[in-house]
């Protein structure tokens, strides 16, 4: 069973016409089908101190509506205890890397710090965890160093990506 770490941008992205990130149809369509497939399939990782729940109340509605975002924040909050659906992961804050499970490679010393508790989650949690990434270029930009970090990411939006 692949297990999925899921970028904030990807729910976000399922949310439109409420996305302010003005993704192409395609891509909203695909963020769409993969958080209705975690939705239903479950598979999700997250850390169990709810720094990307928090990244994720940040960016949604916890009521579930307008969008399909906000449908998964709701499944998100109503099934994080739930180890058939949801793998709950303990990562350690670290002041120089975010996350002592954040890799110590010195190409990554400049990757967004507020995504490496994503990178941490996918190192801590059950294998193979694969990192969804909706319009994110930070992520694109170091897609080399994280794979060889172990990292596995799905861009689900290459229109998006540029380089």
Known sequence: MTHWVMDSNV????NWPHDPTHASPTCVLECVRRVRQVV??????????WY???????QLRSAGQPGIGDQFLKA??????????????PITPNAERGF?????????ADFDPSDRKFV?????????AVVLNAVDQDWLE??????????RIDFLCPDAMSG
Not at 11 to 14: D, E
């Open 11 to 14: 729910p976000r992205v399922a």
């Open 40 to 49: 239903s399939g479950g598979g999700l990782v997250l850390d169990d101190a």
């Open 52 to 58: 990307i729940i928090g990244e994720y109340q940040k």
């Open 76 to 89: 998100v909050l109503s099934r994080r205890a739930d180890p058939s659906w949801c793998t709950l992961v």
């Open 100 to 108: 002592e499970e954040f890799p110590t490679a010195p190409e990554l």
């Open 120 to 128: 941490a989650v996918a190192l801590a949690g059950p294998q193979p």
């Open 142 to 151: 170091h897609r080399d160093s994280l794979e060889r970090n172990g990292v």
